[in-house]
């Protein structure tokens, strides 16, 4: 069974740092893109960061660029989220996504985990 | 960026109705779009992929349609469990958008 457990979330002040983690476990993780996907309370999804399988492909939103970095440990199975300089803005819970290879659409989800940004 | 409009944003409806939910796109991206059923404190689950394709498990009065930028979620026979919010994805170029949610109501 494909599961993604996502942890790390929690409360941090603004310009604080966060590393929210997603253990995979079901699956071959090597071969899987991913991604993260982020939602504010009330607010819709909003996709915040991919990586490529290999760790060599990596996007982000505009809204994160330069200030979140996600990386990813085949060896352990997890995928990772360093949120640095962190504002009220990037309150949400933010959830691992397994993307379908070849194209890209993502069929499992984690349960998220919630991080809030509030002094 | 390919930006999306996801309409209607509130739907109400009857069990047993036949409800339409539409997603427009800025540009084209042919058929790489996806569906999605979020119910109140989970995650989003998958239902439908390639604009047409249903995911394994979800029942087939579940259906999507088109390609380009006019696309398409159609629930034949609306059942309980079905209340929910629906948000379409394009998967066709970065950054991905999420169009921005269509909930559905009892009415």
């Known amino acids: 069974e494909v599961q993604l457990v996502e942890s790390g979330g929690g409360l941090v002040q603004p310009g604080g740092s966060l590393r929210l983690s997603c253990a995979a476990s079901?699956?071959?993780?090597?071969?899987?893109?991913m991604n993260w996907v982020r939602q504010a309370p009330g607010k819709g999804l909003e996709w915040v960061s991919y990586?490529?399988?290999?760790?060599?492909?990596?996007y982000y939103a505009d809204s994160v660029k330069g200030r979140f970095t996600i990386s990813r440990d085949n060896a352990k199975n997890s995928l990772y989220l360093q949120m640095n300089s962190l504002r009220a803005e990037d309150t949400a819970v933010y959830y691992c996504a397994r993307d379908r290879p070849p194209s890209g659409w993502s069929d499992y989800w984690g349960q998220g985990t919630l991080v809030t940004v509030s002094s | 960026a390919i930006w999306m409009t996801q309409s209607p944003s509130l739907l109400s409806a009857s069990t047993g109705d036949r409800v339409t939910i539409s997603c427009r796109m800025s540009q084209g991206i042919s058929s790489y779009l996806a569906w999605y059923q979020q119910k109140p404190g989970k995650a989003p689950e998958l239902l439908i992929y390639a604009a047409s394709t249903l995911q394994s498990g979800v029942p087939s009065r579940f259906s999507g349609s088109g390609s380009g930028t006019d696309f398409t979620l159609t629930i034949s026979c609306l059942q309980s469990e079905d209340f929910a919010t629906y948000y379409c994805q394009q998967y066709y170029s970065f950054p991905r958008t999420f169009g921005q949610g269509t909930k559905v109501e009892i009415k």
């Open positions: 990586i490529s399988s290999s760790g060599s492909t990596i």
């Open positions: 079901g699956f071959t993780f090597s071969s899987y893109e």
